[in-house]
């Protein structure tokens, strides 16, 4: 009898609930939804976007909203930005790329040349040399401020080495100087040998053409170098013995040691990583928390990415997502129970050179105070017994 009861009890219940998703169903709006677009956009529950920042027009920069995204694709509309002199608005019909110096043929190149070469999709990120350069003193208090001058991208183009070889080398050849259409003519020295290598004339991210302010309708891609030498609205290379010492490798973009001495071309950039679920501004409850954030590298692949959530006491290998690529982000995730008590949770990563991402207070005994660039130290949060997260 007991055992018919609860079958009834069960059945009772299951009709309860069929009824109520129906009713609720019934009680929905019954109108066709919106129709199609030309271009698709985001559902307008979803609210993340860009800081922006500007000390005068047409300079200044925005940051991605690292903590809001998933995986390592950084949409190209969130992308982070960093401008000297505006974003032009470039004809490619009308825009040439040239190729001379120290070559056997001047070349020009209009887009569509370009685009008739064999080309490369490549899965690279891309970072501003002063992302984190808050760390070095006053550290920030959200991801997207410490961390959002990084974004990652499948990039589309032609190989540098193919443009180059096309134009021949003379024996003499050693530089490359990379000139922007921006007012400023932003330019930057590089050598030979990353043009060489995998350096990418790009026209193409996440399977569109650029946006405008990432250079449309091409831009020089350095994949693992500071984003300052990735030239935007490329319009010129020329080939050089030695660099120009422009006010982009002289006054900027180097690093002031405390001896007064700087550091000059510090062109790859070193293992990094950040949490980016719990982080600075959010909130959780006791219980089970999946740890995760991005990791990246210059030098190559990340190889290991370690957690703490005792201060840097301890530390446990996350998992790392695949496929790794070189020179791109890598998502990585930690399950974790918190039992409710103050944390202290940091991430650190090793490439696979085998350097492994230090302390801000390691960089600041060898470089000092002085420099706003090319910091990748690690980052730690505080998860209060409130559940609140802020900069530790």
């Given at each position: 009898?007991?055992?018919?009861d609860?079958?009834?009890?069960?059945t009772v219940g299951a009709?309860?609930a069929?009824?109520?998703?129906?009713?609720?169903?019934?009680?929905?709006?019954?109108e066709?939804?919106?129709?199609m677009t030309e271009?698709?956009g985001?559902?307008?529950?979803?609210?993340?976007?860009?800081?922006?920042k500007?000390?005068?027009?047409?300079t200044?920069?925005?940051?991605t909203?690292?903590?809001?995204?998933?995986g390592?694709?950084?949409?190209?509309?969130?992308?982070f930005?960093?401008h000297?002199?505006?974003?032009?608005?470039?004809?490619p019909a009308?825009?040439?790329?040239?190729?001379?110096?120290?070559?056997?043929?001047?070349?020009?190149?209009?887009?569509?040349a370009?685009?008739?070469?064999p080309?490369v999709?490549?899965?690279?990120?891309l970072?501003?040399s002063?992302?984190?350069?808050?760390e070095?003193?006053?550290p920030a208090d959200t991801?997207q401020r410490?961390?959002?001058?990084?974004?990652?991208?499948?990039?589309t183009?032609?190989?540098?080495?193919?443009?180059?070889?096309?134009?021949?080398?003379?024996?003499?050849?050693?530089?490359?100087?990379?000139?922007?259409?921006?007012?400023c003519?932003?330019?930057?020295?590089i050598p030979?040998a990353?043009?060489?290598d995998?350096?990418?004339?790009a026209?193409?991210?996440?399977?569109?053409?650029?946006?405008?302010?990432?250079?449309?309708?091409?831009?020089?891609?350095?994949?693992?170098?500071?984003?300052?030498?990735c030239?935007?609205?490329?319009?010129?290379l020329?080939?050089?013995t030695?660099?120009?010492?422009?006010?982009?490798?002289t006054?900027h973009?180097t690093d002031?040691?405390?001896?007064?001495?700087?550091r000059?071309?510090?062109?790859?950039?070193?293992?990094?990583?950040?949490?980016?679920?719990?982080?600075?501004?959010?909130?959780?409850?006791p219980?089970?928390v999946?740890?995760?954030?991005?990791a990246?590298?210059?030098?190559?692949?990340?190889?290991?990415?370690?957690?703490?959530?005792d201060g840097?006491k301890?530390?446990t290998a996350?998992?790392?997502?695949e496929?790794?690529?070189?020179k791109?982000?890598t998502?990585?995730?930690?399950?974790?129970?918190?039992?409710?008590?103050?944390?202290?949770?940091?991430?650190?990563?090793?490439?696979?050179?085998?350097?492994?991402q230090?302390t801000?207070?390691?960089?600041?005994?060898v470089r000092?105070?002085?420099s706003?660039y090319?910091h990748?130290g690690i980052?730690?949060?505080r998860l209060a017994?409130?559940?609140k997260?802020?900069?530790?």
């Amino acid at each position: 009898m007991a055992k018919r009861d609860r079958r009834g009890f069960l059945t009772v219940g299951a009709a309860v609930a069929l009824t109520a998703c129906t009713e609720k169903k019934a009680a929905a709006p019954s109108e066709i939804g919106a129709p199609m677009t030309e271009y698709g956009g985001r559902s307008p529950f979803e609210k993340a976007a860009r800081a922006f920042k500007s000390a005068k027009p047409g300079t200044g920069g925005s940051r991605t909203p690292l903590e809001e995204t998933y995986g390592i694709i950084t949409p190209a509309s969130l992308h982070f930005e960093r401008h000297h002199a505006g974003v032009p608005a470039i004809d490619p019909a009308k825009h040439d790329l040239l190729v001379h110096g120290l070559v056997e043929r001047d070349q020009i190149f209009s887009l569509d040349a370009l685009k008739r070469l064999p080309s490369v999709s490549r899965i690279h990120f891309l970072e501003c040399s002063g992302n984190s350069g808050s760390e070095w003193v006053n550290p920030a208090d959200t991801a997207q401020r410490s961390h959002g001058l990084a974004s990652c991208s499948e990039w589309t183009g032609v190989l540098l080495k193919t443009v180059l070889e096309e134009a021949g080398l003379k024996p003499t050849a050693s530089w490359v100087i990379a000139e922007g259409a921006d007012a400023c003519l932003m330019a930057r020295s590089i050598p030979l040998a990353k043009c060489l290598d995998d350096a990418i004339l790009a026209y193409g991210q996440n399977g569109e053409a650029l946006r405008p302010e990432q250079g449309y309708p091409l831009r020089l891609l350095l994949p693992g170098w500071e984003g300052n030498a990735c030239i935007k609205w490329l319009r010129r290379l020329q080939v050089t013995t030695e660099p120009m010492q422009s006010r982009e490798e002289t006054a900027h973009y180097t690093d002031l040691l405390a001896d007064g001495k700087a550091r000059q071309f510090t062109f790859d950039l070193d293992a990094k990583s950040v949490i980016l679920r719990p982080s600075g501004g959010q909130t959780t409850t006791p219980g089970f928390v999946e740890i995760t954030g991005l990791a990246w590298s210059g030098r190559g692949r990340v190889d290991k990415v370690e957690v703490s959530t005792d201060g840097g006491k301890t530390w446990t290998a996350a998992t790392l997502d695949e496929p790794r690529h070189t020179k791109a982000f890598t998502r990585f995730r930690l399950p974790w129970k918190w039992d409710g008590q103050p944390a202290d949770i940091s991430s650190r990563a090793t490439d696979e050179t085998g350097y492994v991402q230090p302390t801000t207070e390691a960089l600041v005994a060898v470089r000092g105070t002085r420099s706003g660039y090319h910091h990748n130290g690690i980052k730690t949060w505080r998860l209060a017994a409130n559940g609140k997260v802020t900069n530790a």
